[in-house]
């Protein structure tokens, strides 16, 4: 019996609400998907790729991170296999592969790994929502259960997408840098998440899911017809 396959991105949504969770990923009820940048990111990120590998090639790096003391990641056959098949950890007691899927990876003292994501955004100002430290953090978690040695420092390369008067389209690029990235909290979460899953009984919703307060809402309105 092959194990079960848990990625970074159901992680999430299970920390965002354990219901949604159990009915997509236990029960195959997905939940609807909002647009957001990660609909523009998705087109985005393939070629930043292409442009950071060229970097690698070169051994360069772009002007962005000139200022900065660590360098991209030199193992591409390694960071292919991450890109592709993600960073995997198998949870023996769990029985459970739990992976995420990574952008590029950033080195320092050539040694210690930092995570390193791109993101696209519309607006005037990147925000960093939680969910996205919570990605960085992730993606360090699981590297560090592969044996590398990982710094708590998360890296985004964000892509200010926007027009002018003329309709002409501008870009603007720039490094934003989290640092205290908390990697040991995700050994007790991930036993939270396996016992949900495991779970035969319907789990409570986060107090706020919006998805979840509108399911109720249908079930209500037919018990009072």
């Known amino acids: 019996m092959k194990p079960i396959k848990i990625s970074r991105s159901k992680i999430e949504l299970f920390l965002d609400c354990p219901r949604c969770f159990w009915l997509e990923v236990k029960k195959k009820i997905k939940r609807p998907e909002k647009f957001t940048a990660t609909h523009l990111g998705n087109k985005y990120d393939p070629f930043l790729k292409k442009v950071f590998d060229e970097y690698r090639r070169q051994n360069k790096k772009p002007k962005e991170l000139e200022e900065f003391d660590f360098e991209l990641y030199k193992d591409y056959q390694k960071l292919e296999i991450w890109r592709k098949k993600g960073v995997e950890y198998f949870h023996p007691e769990h029985k459970i592969i739990y992976y995420g899927e990574i952008d590029d990876l950033l080195i320092k003292e050539n040694k ?114």
Do not use: A, W
């Not at 027009?163 to 934003?176: A, D, L, M, P, T």
């Not at 319907?202 to 017809?225: A, H």
């Open 112 to 225: 210690y790994l930092i995570p390193f994501d791109f993101k696209t955004t519309l607006s005037k100002e990147f925000q960093v929502y939680e969910s996205y430290k919570r990605q960085l953090e992730i993606y360090g978690y699981l590297l560090k259960k592969q044996g590398e040695e990982v710094l708590n420092l998360g890296v985004f390369y964000v892509v200010r997408v926007d027009i002018n008067e003329n309709f002409e389209k501008i870009e603007e690029r720039k490094i934003v840098i989290l640092e205290n990235l908390n990697y040991e909290i995700y050994d007790e979460v991930l036993e939270k998440l396996k016992e949900t899953y495991f779970s035969l009984q319907e789990p409570e919703p986060s107090e706020n899911c919006p998805f979840c307060l509108r399911d109720f809402q249908i079930k209500n309105l037919y018990k009072n017809e």
